[in-house]
C-alpha cells in the first residue's frame, strides 16, 4: 500500500474533537516535471485574472488509481461543509480539511443562530436560490435527524415604500412566497413586546420562507454525514503547494507535509486575501459583524422563538432573531466597517456599539431596558463589493476552485453553493444566472 494511501485511510477515524490524525505525504513526482514554489502560485500574474479557464469533465475524477483523493477542499465552514458534502455525495473520494476545525469561534459560520429568508429587496435571484435552498435545509434536517430549523415569521420595519421593497415585493408575487403588510396597530397587536411608535407598516414574510437556523449544529451536522458518507477530515492548516503547468499538485501542511489530490476547492471565507492576494485583495474586504444576547424576563416566552419574530429594522437599524437558547440577539447598525484579522482579533464587542445596542433595546423592546447582556459574538463577514458570492475556477489552475466572498448573507444558501461547486468542479452544466453573478470577472476591483 502506497503512503498516500495509507495516510487518507486513516483520516477516516478521525473526529474532530480530540483528533491526531496521521500525517499524509505527497505522491512522489518524477524529478523532470517542472515544479514552482506556492510563492509563485500566490504572487500569480494579475493579467492573468481575466484568462478564461478551460473547462473539462476530466477533472471530475483525475486521481482514481494513484490513491489519492478526487479532491481536498480546504475549509469546513457552511460552504465548504455543504461542497464537501456534495461532491462525496457524487462519488467522489473527498477529504476536508479545516486549520482550526469546523464552527471555530475565529469561523464566519459559527455563533447559534442564523436565518434564511426570501427578502432582499431587489436582488430576485437570491430571493430564489434562497427559497430553493430552504427546501435543500429541510431534506437535511429530516437526513440528519436533529432539529435545526425554527420557522418564523420575520418583519422589516419601516417608515415608507422604497424602491427596494417595492421590488420585493413583485418578486414575491413572482415566485408566489405568501406576506402580509402590516401596519402599526396590526403590529402592536401580533407583537406587543415590541414598540412601532416609529413604523408605519411593515414588510411581513411568513414561515414559509422564513426559518431561523442553528447555524453551529447545522455545520457539525453537515460534517458528520459527509464522514458518515465516507469523507475523510483533516485538522490541518492547508496552503497552495507546488503546482506543474496549470495543475496544482499538492497543499502543503504544517510541520512540511503536503497533501496531494486530484482538484482543490478553497471555500476559505475570511482568509482568501492571504491564500490568494492577487484575486481576493482587491475585490473582498473582512469587516467586524457584532452581536449581544440579551437576557429575557423569567417565565416571559414573549421575546423568544416563537413569539418573537424575526425583524430587520430600516428605521433605526440592525437586526435580530427571538431567543432559542441564550437570549434576544440583536446585531447594531455597526456604521463605518473596521477591518478584521480573523486569526489573531480580539472577539470582545466595542463599547460603543454595547452603548448604542442597549440604547436601541430600550427603544424597540421597553421590557428589556436594563437586561443584561448575556453573552456577545464577534465575527466577520467577507464581502465582495457586489455582495455576490465569488464560485469560480482559478483563472491560473484548471483543477482549483474557489469559493468565497459569502458576505452577511451566505450561510443560508449553504446547500445550493454546495451543489454548485459540486457542478463546477464535476464539468457539469451550471445555472446560468448564477454563473453570471458568481464569475471572477463579474467582481470588479474595489478600486474601480
Request: proline share 6%; aromatic share 10%; hydrophobic share 40%.
Amino acid at each position: 500500500m502506497s503512503e498516500a494511501r495509507a495516510g487518507l485511510r486513516s483520516l477516516a477515524h478521525c473526529p474532530w474533537r480530540g483528533c491526531r490524525p496521521t500525517l499524509v505525504n505527497s505522491a512522489k513526482q518524477p524529478k523532470s516535471m517542472a515544479m514552482f514554489h506556492r510563492r509563485d502560485f500566490l504572487t500569480a500574474s494579475a493579467a492573468s485574472l481575466a484568462a478564461p479557464a478551460v473547462a473539462t469533465s476530466a477533472l471530475a475524477r483525475p486521481a482514481l488509481g494513484r490513491g489519492l483523493a478526487d479532491v481536498a477542499v480546504v475549509g469546513a465552514g457552511v460552504f465548504g461543509a455543504f461542497a464537501a458534502l456534495a461532491l462525496r455525495e457524487n462519488g467522489h473520494r473527498v477529504v476536508s480539511l479545516d486549520q482550526y476545525g469546523p464552527v471555530s469561534p475565529r469561523a464566519s459560520s459559527s455563533g447559534e443562530t442564523r436565518s434564511i429568508r426570501s427578502g432582499y429587496g431587489d436582488q430576485a435571484f437570491y430571493s430564489a436560490w434562497s427559497a430553493r435552498a430552504l427546501t435543500k435545509w429541510r431534506a437535511r434536517e429530516a437526513e440528519f435527524g436533529r432539529k435545526l430549523l425554527y420557522p418564523s415569521a420575520r418583519i422589516e420595519l419601516t417608515d415608507r415604500w422604497t424602491d427596494g421593497m417595492l421590488a420585493q415585493r413583485k418578486i414575491f408575487d413572482g415566485l408566489k412566497l405568501p406576506y402580509a403588510i402590516a401596519g402599526r396597530d396590526e403590529l402592536r397587536h401580533r407583537f406587543p413586546q415590541m414598540a412601532f411608535d416609529d413604523v408605519e407598516f411593515a414588510f411581513v414574510e411568513t414561515a414559509a420562507s422564513s426559518v431561523l437556523v442553528k447555524a453551529r449544529e447545522a455545520v457539525l451536522a453537515t460534517i458528520e454525514a459527509f464522514e458518515k458518507k465516507g469523507g475523510q477530515s483533516r485538522f490541518a492548516r492547508a496552503t497552495p503547494g507546488e503546482a506543474q503547468g496549470r495543475r496544482l499538485l499538492s497543499l502543503k501542511l504544517d510541520g512540511g507535509d503536503t497533501l496531494s489530490a486530484g482538484s482543490f476547492v478553497f471555500a476559505v471565507g475570511p482568509w482568501a486575501g492571504q491564500l490568494f492576494p492577487a484575486i481576493a485583495h482587491p475585490r473582498i474586504s473582512v469587516y467586524r459583524s457584532e452581536y449581544l444576547y440579551y437576557g429575557t424576563p423569567a417565565g416571559d416566552p414573549r421575546f423568544s422563538w416563537p413569539h418573537q419574530p424575526l425583524w430587520h429594522d430600516h428605521i433605526r437599524g440592525g437586526w435580530g432573531f427571538g431567543s432559542i437558547e441564550r437570549g434576544l440577539k440583536y446585531s447594531v447598525a455597526p456604521g463605518p466597517r473596521v477591518d478584521i484579522d480573523p486569526d489573531t482579533a480580539d472577539r470582545m464587542p466595542r463599547d460603543a456599539l454595547i452603548k448604542a445596542s442597549r440604547a436601541y433595546i430600550a427603544a424597540r423592546f421597553p421590557a428589556l431596558a436594563g437586561a443584561p447582556i448575556l453573552e456577545s459574538r464577534v465575527c466577520q463577514v467577507d464581502d465582495a463589493r457586489t455582495t455576490n458570492f465569488l464560485v469560480d475556477r482559478h483563472p491560473d489552475f484548471d483543477n482549483v476552485f474557489l469559493a468565497f466572498a459569502g458576505g452577511g448573507h451566505g450561510f443560508k444558501h449553504g446547500p445550493m453553493v454546495g451543489d454548485y461547486v459540486a457542478d463546477l468542479v464535476g464539468g457539469r452544466p451550471l445555472e446560468p444566472d448564477a454563473a453570471q453573478l458568481f464569475q471572477l470577472g463579474a467582481h470588479p476591483s474595489m478600486a474601480v
